[in-house]
T-cell receptor
Framework: AQSVTQLDSQVPVFEEAPVELRCNYS??????LFWYVQYPNQGLQLLLK??????LVKGINGFEAEFNKSQTSFHLRKPSVHISDTAEYFC?????????????FGKGTTLSVSS | NAGVTQTPKFQVLKTGQSMTLQCAQD?????MYWYRQDPGMGLRLIYY???????DKGEVPNGYNVSRLNKREFSLRLESAAPSQTSVYFC??????????FGPGTRLTVT
């Protein structure tokens, strides 16, 4: 069965610093990949997605992620973070070989941006 | 276009009480889902409905039942609430295996 590992549970950074949130998934031939953000006391909002095509995917709020099939990774990056990026971030995978199932989520990474 | 709506937003129950969490979506999606979110556990799937008229168990179905009332609505029922069911519950919908759209959540406390 598919699984997702977010390698860091908490990432503290200073404002305007770059950040990378790491995500690995278990091997599969075909997957769709997603990053979601959850601001305090809110639901999840889609940041970006990889379905096919270019391995570098750009999302909202200046975030981007790179799909690396050989390393089964989908790391999220932002070159310069803001205080408002403080939130919890979830990586998720949809296994195309298991039709009809829901997304598999990682346990989340809390990004804390301070001044 | 409200997206995914959930009611209630907050609920406090006593052990053994029952309640139903309501979810509705106006995006004409076929698939709907119920998750629970607990600290350090991420989101865990309780039940899902791939299409109207079908429901399937997820990772943590014990103690819950669901009803896919029609294409728009998917409810989650706790028949006899337990403190272990204290959590934040999210409903989501999607078109097949593509991205899911989430509701704002229901914060449930069972005392």
């Amino acid at each position: 069965a598919q699984s997702v590992t977010q390698l860091d549970s908490q990432v503290p950074v200073f404002e305007e610093a770059p950040v990378e949130l790491r995500c690995n998934y278990s091997s599969s031939v075909s997957v769709y990949l997603f990053w979601y953000v959850q601001y305090p006391n809110q639901g999840l909002q889609l940041l970006l997605k990889y379905l096919s095509g270019s391995t570098l995917v750009k999302g909202i709020n200046g975030f981007e992620a790179e799909f690396n099939k050989s390393q089964t990774s989908f790391h999220l990056r932002k070159p310069s973070v803001h205080i408002s990026d403080t939130a919890e971030y979830f990586c998720a995978v949809s296994d195309l070989n298991q039709a009809g199932t829901a997304l598999i989520f990682g346990k989340g990474t809390t990004l804390s941006v301070s001044s | 276009n409200a997206g995914v709506t959930q009611t209630p937003k907050f609920q406090v129950l006593k052990t053994g009480q029952s309640m139903t969490l309501q979810c509705a979506q106006d995006m004409n999606h076929n698939s709907m889902y119920w998750y629970r979110q607990d600290p350090g556990m991420g989101l865990r799937l309780i039940y899902y409905s791939a299409s109207e008229g079908t429901t399937d168990k997820g990772e943590v179905p014990n103690g819950y039942n669901v009803s896919r009332l029609n294409k728009r609505e998917f409810s989650l029922r706790l028949e006899s609430a337990a403190p272990s069911q204290t959590s934040v519950y999210f409903c989501a919908s999607s078109e097949q295996i593509y991205e899911q759209y989430f509701g704002p959540g229901t914060r449930l406390t069972v005392t």
